[in-house]
Structure formats: C-alpha cells, structure tokens
C-alpha cells in the first residue's frame, strides 16, 4: 500500500509547473494560495457529492430528490427518532430553515417521511418506506462509490482525519461568515 501522505510524482510537477490548483487566481495571490486551492477542491467535491447523492437515490428508486432532499431524508432516517426542523438545520449547517421545511414537505408528499408534533414543535419522522429508499441507498453507494474509494488505497484513518480538518474549517468560515455580516 501507497504512503497515504505521499504526493504522487504527476501531482508534484504539475504543482511545481502550475502553482496551486485554483479556479481565482486572484484569490490565490494572497498570504495564504493553499487556501483558494482547498477552496477549489471542496467546490469541486460538492458539486461531485450532490451528483452522486441524485444518481445514488435514482438507482435507489427514488428519482427527482434535490441533493437537500436527500440530506434531510437520510437525517431524519439517522437513528430512527423523530427530528425538528431546528435540529435538522443545525446538524446539516443550514441557516434557511424554509430550504429545509420544503424538503420536509417533499419528502412526506412522497410518504418517505411522517410529520408529528412534540409539544408546540412540528416533528418529522422516518416511514417504512423512507427505511427502505435510505437501506437501498446504502447498498448502492457501497457497491458503487465505497468499493471505489477502497481501491483507490487510502487509508480509511486519513479519510476521518480529513473529515475533522473540513469540519474545523468550517468552524473558521462560520466566524468569517459572522465578522463580515457585522461589517
């Protein structure tokens, strides 16, 4: 098995040929490239995850899911208890609590998900069917996309270190969100 920290040869005379790998270059030109150069890569990864995410459910049987749709179905699926929306927006990083509530609405037209109450507060739960469409999800994306990325040699340890620097760094654009608001 490869180094998993070891830069392939092709990769490292692009970077020495090419500089860092941007979509703005201008942006790149400040103290920090690396920066701009990540922030390609995770443009590049969205826009590639909410592709798979469609394809994914389709081949699940559950076409014309927005890529929300699918997060907020696989959230409310996520250990099998009721949610509220404040909850599912909290745990997806969504500030536009409407995005969500249209999905929720979506998603219980096509009797994936229920709506309850807890107190005053609207829930949203799982049905049998909505088990069903995430557990075939599941089976597809291990066949398909999981089998792909073990093949590929990365360590799954390297994957999860990954996961927590995104997930700090997300932490760092949410200040940067909130100083710029006040500005």
């Keep these: 098995m490869q180094d998993p920290d070891a830069t392939p040869p092709d990769t490292k005379l692009a970077a020495s040929l090419l500089g860092p790998i941007v ?7 400040g ?12 443009s590049m990864t969205v826009h590639a995850f909410h592709r798979w995410m469609l394809r994914g ?9 927005t890529p929300m749709d699918v997060l907020v179905l696989h959230n409310v699926n996520h250990r099998g208890k009721p949610k509220r929306l404040a909850d599912i927006c909290l745990i997806l990083n969504i500030e ?28 949203a739960a799982v049905t049998p069917a909505g088990e069903e469409a995430c557990r075939r999800y599941a089976q597809v994306r291990e066949q398909l996309l999981v ?11 390297r994957l999860s270190e990954i996961a ?16 710029a608001a006040s500005l």
Excluded: C
Excluded at 23 to 29: E, K, V
Excluded at 147 to 157: E, F, H, N, R, Y
């Design 23 to 29: 979509s703005s270059g201008h942006l790149a030109s």
């Design 31 to 42: 103290a920090m490239p690396a920066l701009s150069e990540f922030e390609f890569a995770l």
């Design 57 to 65: 459910m389709t081949a699940a049987g559950i076409p014309d899911l």
């Design 96 to 123: 536009d609590t409407h995005v969500v509530n249209y999905a929720l609405k979506k998603l219980e037209r096509l009797g994936l998900i229920k709506g309850g109450r807890k107190g005053k507060e609207k829930t």
């Design 147 to 157: 089998k792909s990325v073990l093949a590929t040699g990365i360590d799954p340890a």
């Design 164 to 179: 927590a620097v995104m997930r700090s760094l997300s932490g760092q654009y949410d200040q940067a969100t909130r100083a």
